[in-house]
């Protein structure tokens, strides 16, 4: 038997190891409403979705919904056509383990990768980049702390999203994005402002590396997706990973990641992350702040470590319901208090009404759960 083979059956054991646990847990809940929400807004989420709910120990819920109308399939052609991608792939099915692009998901599993190293000691949050990275003592950005990196509190003005993702995937070492950041104009001191951005993430990639000796990409493998049994989770193959939106995975895949959030940094007997981590990173950093940048999607949810905090928790207090969606569409979310863990994948664009969507989904879930108390 291939190493291949192996590896692809593996993967399939897993699934139905997960399936077993679904068919068990599912006749519990009553998901009515939320497979009819996913079947009325697929029209609007690029026609296609996935999604998965976890909740004692097992996935209680799965559904997807493909419906590619005329119209998504014909501008999935030209854009094939002008991009020179594989245009099967940009139609293909969306199910709970195809593999697609997660965008700003990443940075909740950034955001958790960083705080391996808070956990062993090798790094704290009060650490200023410049001990690491000089050339940003250099631009005078060498007093920011990996605090701020992680919070998205910088001061840093990082310019337009396009511009910012087209010049990390433009160069061929870490050196040169830090090189690129370092450039960047400050629009407030550290700490006062929040501007959600690529820089603060890719400058605490760096940090990492340089402190470890080692890649980003084979840090997360050895550290986030080896131990939560993420195999078919990466950051792509561009020669330096865009550590806030880099991402490629699937929502079996991402849902072994949120559950170990949800069980306060455990996985299958493993500590991926400490408790104090997890509860740090659902902490709200962005109150008080002068909002320099934020999506529309998210509303007026506050921000923690990678992760946006949808319950108002301010302070030092750990929020209830946290989340990281994505550009895209992808909708990952822990509910805390309810004890659960969900994501809904999607690949589209369009961010219309998104923040009310994603508002709407997850009351829904949470009120089939209540229902069953």
């Known amino acids: 038997m291939s190493v291949k083979t192996i590896k692809i059956c593996r993967y399939c054991s897993t699934v139905l190891v997960f399936m077993l646990f679904f068919h068990l847990g599912y006749a519990q809940y009553n998901f009515k409403k939320t497979t009819q929400w996913l079947q009325s807004n697929a029209p609007t989420m690029g026609g296609r979705g996935a999604m998965v709910i976890f909740k004692d120990g097992k996935i209680i819920y799965e559904y997807a919904v493909n419906k590619l109308s005329r119209k998504q399939k014909f501008v999935s052609k030209v854009v094939a056509k002008k991009t020179g991608k594989d245009v099967d792939e940009l139609t293909q099915n969306i199910e709970v383990d195809t593999k697609i692009p997660f965008a700003s998901c990443s940075k909740w599993l950034s955001a ?3 705080m391996t190293f808070i956990d062993d000691g090798s790094l704290k949050l009060s650490d200023t980049v410049g001990t690491f990275l000089p050339q940003l003592t250099a631009a005078q950005k060498g007093n920011i702390t990996i605090e701020q990196c992680l919070s998205h509190t910088t001061g840093i003005n990082p310019g337009t999203l396009k511009e910012s993702i087209k010049e990390i995937r433009a160069t061929s070492t870490m050196n040169e994005v830090i090189a690129a950041i370092a450039t960047l104009p400050m629009e407030t001191a550290p700490g006062e402002s929040f501007h959600y951005s690529n820089a603060g993430l890719q400058i605490a990639a760096a940090v990492i590396e ?5 890649d980003f990409k084979t840090l997360f493998y050895q550290r986030i997706a080896k131990p939560c049994d993420m ?5 792509g193959e561009t020669p330096v990973p865009l550590a806030a939106g880099g991402v490629n995975s699937t929502a079996i895949d991402y849902i072994h990641f949120l559950a170990m959030i949800l069980n306060n ?3 299958n007997g493993k500590q991926v992350l400490s408790k ?3 509860a740090l990173m659902q902490r709200n950093y962005s109150a008080g ?13 506050g921000y923690g470590f990678g992760e946006w905090i949808m319950d108002g928790t301010t302070g030092n207090n750990r929020s209830n319901e946290v989340s990281s969606p994505g550009l895209f569409g992808t909708f990952p979310w822990v509910n805390n208090k309810l004890g659960y863990a969900a994501i809904m994948v999607t690949f589209n664009l369009n961010n219309t009404n998104r923040h009310e969507k994603y508002s709407t989904l997850k009351q829904i879930v949470n009120d089939a759960l209540k229902e069953n108390k």
């Open 112 to 114: 958790a990768l960083i």
């Open 210 to 214: 340089k402190m470890s000796g080692t």
């Open 231 to 235: 195999v078919q989770t990466d950051y």
């Open 265 to 267: 940094g455990s996985y």
């Open 276 to 278: 104090n981590a997890v």
């Open 289 to 301: 702040k002068i909002i320099k940048g934020s999506p529309a999607e998210a509303g007026n949810w």
